[in-house]
């Protein structure tokens, strides 16, 4: 989903790094003010993990290929600002050192994948979560993982369709064709995020119930959190 | 690495360690056996004869090190850039929280 130079409208790439820059500089804002250190380290091995899992391709449609993004676990887990600035670093560091993704497109690639793809299934997740009083807590993991994936798909090709005619093909071909295809990675985002989260929950419950986000999630799963 | 570890009271330096293999395990699945990466972009690109280019030289284009192109080398790199990533995150997170403590002691809200 990385887009690299040459495929967007300067007018798309500068909308992207303005929108990037705003949501950015209040997550520092944010984060900065709500950031408990022993969040730290988890933080950081998620931001390695993912970076890693995005190295894997999977075959998808029509012979197409499609990696992980992993916006939904940092974003559940970590909460949607750090989340934001852990797929911010995956993206910069993508970007500078191994040409995936352009540098003018970086601001779209944050808005797509560190933005969408963070905060569509946090917001889906503590909603229905919210809605359900914690039940089916697993299920919503999942709806919010597919969804979020397929948004972040479904607003590259936005991007890319209001990018004519430097990307030729308009909103009705890129729109479709990114969300088609992202939708099977988005089943695999699916089933790694609630692998991943379970995990944490079972193995760690004390760190895991210092993010808001998954405290439910610990009390129903049954294991002793301390703060 | 042992320093972060062992400030937390709840991911330990064990934790870290089977993080951290887990994603190398990741990375060697991506150079061995998902490594082909044939995106949607790419070929809508391909279609209509665009070429995706980027402005600024890496030094390790497409997760390719100069001189050592064989997977090996990918390997290598793709080890090492976890291990990086992961101390670049780990430095941000720090320096974020380290703002909440200061703004803690100084009683700012």
């Given at each position: 989903m990385h887009?690299?130079?040459g495929f967007l409208s300067p007018a798309v790439a500068v909308v992207g790094f303005i929108i990037s820059a705003i949501f950015l500089a209040v997550?520092?804002?944010k984060v900065g003010k709500r950031l408990d250190e022993r969040m730290v380290p988890l933080m950081a091995l998620l931001t390695a993990l993912f970076f890693a899992a995005q190295m894997m391709n999977y075959p998808v449609v029509g012979g197409t290929t499609a990696h992980l993004l992993g916006g939904a676990v940092l974003g559940i887990v970590l909460g949607p600002w750090a989340g934001c600035i852990s797929m911010t670093v995956i993206l910069v560091l993508q970007c500078f050192l191994f040409a995936d993704g352009g540098i003018t497109a970086l601001g779209a690639n944050i808005l797509t994948m560190g933005i969408v793809g963070v905060f569509v299934p946090f917001l889906i997740y503590s909603a229905l979560s919210?809605?359900?009083?914690?039940?089916c807590a697993v299920v919503w993991l999942a709806v919010g993982a597919f969804l979020g994936d397929v948004l972040a798909a479904i607003v590259a090709g936005i991007l890319l369709g209001l990018s004519t005619p430097v990307f030729q093909y308009g909103l009705e071909i890129?729109?479709?064709a990114m969300a088609l295809?992202?939708?099977?990675i988005g089943a695999a985002e699916a089933v790694i995020t609630v692998a991943v989260v379970l995990t944490l929950v079972r193995v760690r419950p004390e760190i895991m119930s210092l993010s808001p986000s998954m405290r439910s999630l610990v009390r129903v799963s049954g294991a002793p959190s301390k703060e | 690495m042992r320093d972060m570890a062992n400030k937390t009271r709840g991911l330990k330096?064990?934790?870290l360690a089977i993080g951290l293999a887990v994603a190398f395990i990741f990375v060697a699945l991506g150079v061995f056996l998902l490594s082909e990466s044939l995106e949607t972009l790419d070929v809508q690109a391909e279609e209509m004869g665009l070429v995706g280019y980027n402005i600024l030289a890496s030094p390790f284009p497409e997760y390719v090190v100069p001189g050592f192109e064989d997977v090996w080398g990918t390997l290598l790199l793709g080890l090492a850039s976890t291990v990086m990533i992961f101390m670049v995150a780990y430095a941000v997170g720090k320096l974020l929280a380290a703002r909440l403590q200061a703004d803690g002691a100084t009683g700012a809200s």
């Open positions: 887009i690299p130079d997550a520092v804002r919210k809605l359900s009083k914690g039940r890129a729109v479709p295809h992202h939708s099977v | 330096r064990r934790d």
